[in-house]
């Protein structure tokens, strides 16, 4: 059964960067064909796709968020990071990363994740 679990700080001030970190178990994050997601939900709002890395180890990014965010990954960890700097209240949100094969519809199209962490929430504020 594969998992995935988020940790990190839950708060951060703004102008900081919010660093998060996602552990995989179950499967490997260099398993052909799988991409791995962190997707964020703000207060009263929908999911939002925020950036991906592949299992190749290449990155994608929204373009809204691309200037701010950096993915990167931990082969002997399995585990794969968020960075996103100059963080502000905007930033608020439950945080999830997330997986789906390569080939199966759009990093927008949410139903085509078949692997979930749990979310962690964190709160940008001074």
């Known amino acids: 059964q594969v998992q995935l679990q988020e940790s990190g700080p839950g708060l951060v001030k703004p102008s900081q960067t919010l660093s998060l970190t996602c552990t995989v178990s179950g499967d490997s994050i260099t398993t052909n064909y799988r991409v791995w997601n962190w997707i964020r939900q703000p207060p009263g709002k929908g999911l939002e796709w925020m950036g991906a890395?592949?299992?190749?180890?290449?990155?994608y990014y929204s373009p809204s968020l691309k200037s701010r965010t950096s993915i990167s990954r931990d082969t002997s960890k399995n585990q794969f990071t968020l960075q996103l700097i100059s963080a502000t209240p905007e930033d608020t949100a439950v945080y999830y990363c997330?997986?789906?094969?390569?080939?199966?519809?759009?990093?927008?199209?949410?139903?085509?994740?078949?692997?979930w962490g749990q979310g962690t929430q964190v709160t940008v504020s001074s």
């Open positions: 997330a997986s789906k094969p390569n080939y199966s519809g759009s990093y927008n199209d949410f139903a085509s994740y078949d692997y």
């Open positions: 890395i592949a299992y190749s180890g290449s990155t």
